[in-house]
């Protein structure tokens, strides 16, 4: 089983200047490591959007790597994004996806998601269309393979193992010391275009 920390450090060794977008139980461990311009909290509305968000950026910046740190219960709510994403004329190229996957709302205090024992995120994404799918549960397996997952074309679908936490839920409104927390929704959205219509 993988600690989610120890994934993020390992994404994180790999970033340069991708846009990574984050929500729910990934958002403030993200931050404890990266103040990236490039870094967007889907955090403060739209519960479980941060994947579709992404594809919006992804379909609007070609040139630019979209990477989406979601959690497994954002992603149930939102299924349909990942047979839209595929469903495209021309899937987007530079779009990476990790589902860290504890089997709990973590933030809202570790509800299990509803799911039965041969649920397979893997076999989710194959057959919704995604044909590069990993999964892990290993640290050194994952350090081994990320560099060449992240140097592929997308969209990649990544499945992340991780053990069960007890993440608070994030918020935009002073509760954590972290710049993208520190200000509104909005102010975030408006801060992000702006970086990437000077690059």
């Not at 889907?42 to 740190?69: C, N, Q, T, W």
């Not at 679908?157 to 053990?163: D, N, Q, T």
């Not at 608070?168 to 219509?197: C, I, N, V």
Request: hydrophobic share 40%; glycine share 8%.
């Amino acid at each position: 089983m993988l600690i989610k920390e120890e994934c993020l450090k390992l994404i994180a060794s790999q970033r340069t200047d991708e846009i990574v977008i984050t929500t729910m139980g990934m958002s403030v461990p993200w931050a404890k490591i990266s103040t990236h311009p490039l870094d967007y909290a889907s955090v403060g509305s739209a519960m479980g959007h941060a994947a579709d968000f992404a594809l919006g950026i992804a379909l609007a910046k070609p040139e630019k790597k979209v990477v989406v740190l979601n959690g497994d219960g954002s992603m149930l709510m939102c299924l349909g994004t990942l047979a839209t994403i595929t469903g495209l004329q021309k899937p987007p190229a530079n779009y990476l996806l990790f589902v860290c996957d504890n089997g709990t709302y973590e933030v809202t205090g570790n509800q299990p998601v509803p799911r039965n024992a041969d649920f397979s995120w893997t076999t989710i994404a194959k057959g919704t269309g995604f044909e590069q799918v990993y999964e892990f549960d290993d640290i050194e397996t994952l350090e081994t393979a990320l560099p060449k997952i992240w140097n592929q074309e997308g969209p990649i679908f990544v499945s992340l193992k991780i053990a069960k936490a007890h993440e608070p839920p994030p918020d935009r409104w002073g509760g954590f010391p972290y710049p993208y927390l520190q200000e509104s929704l909005a102010t975030s959205t408006h801060k992000l275009r702006k970086t990437l219509e000077d690059q």
